[in-house]
């Protein structure tokens, strides 16, 4: 069959489907060379979205066998808080947090995304986000409990616009 003016002849069908193929399974590859997120050489201050691909620690324990994260890790300006200072609702979530669950709401301990950029930047999937309900919101409310990989805790009252690093064990 010849091809006519715009119309795709069997062959040229076929060949359009191969061409579709390869370029899906370069597609396929590419998405999964990307979620691999190589080592960037990611210096103090770069900014890089990027980490190293190898595994890191677990976050040292605190006196009550909580994850505690490393001071050194708290960014420079951000205010704190202290664990016992938090309202009683985000206490709570941090003993389930501990716990491993069970939690209130089935979007919680889901890939906080960080798209304010407000937080140190980390690959997708380092930072996860737990809901703190507000008394009297008709929903989850706009406050929540952001919790990194290596053990940072992070407090929002407000949905994003401002962060308090969390001091564990009630300090300052």
Known sequence: MAAVAGVVTRTGARTGARVIAVLAVL???????????????????????????????????????????????????????????????????????????PFKYRQDGVTFENRERLLPAEPRGY????????????DRGARRLIQGREGQLYYTPDHYRSFFWVVRGGGT
């Open 27 to 101: 597609a396929v590859a590419l998405v999964g060379l990307a979620g691999c997120g190589g080592s960037s050489g990611k210096g103090a201050g770069q900014g890089s979205t990027q980490s190293s691909a190898t595994a890191t620690a677990p976050a040292p324990s605190g006196a009550n066998g909580v994850r505690t994260a490393d001071p050194a890790l708290k960014p420079a300006g951000m205010a704190t808080i202290a664990e016992s200072a938090l309202p009683e609702e985000a206490r709570d979530v941090l003993r389930r947090i501990d716990a491993g669950g």
């Open 127 to 138: 930072y996860r986000e737990y809901t703190v309900t507000t008394p009297g919101a008709p």
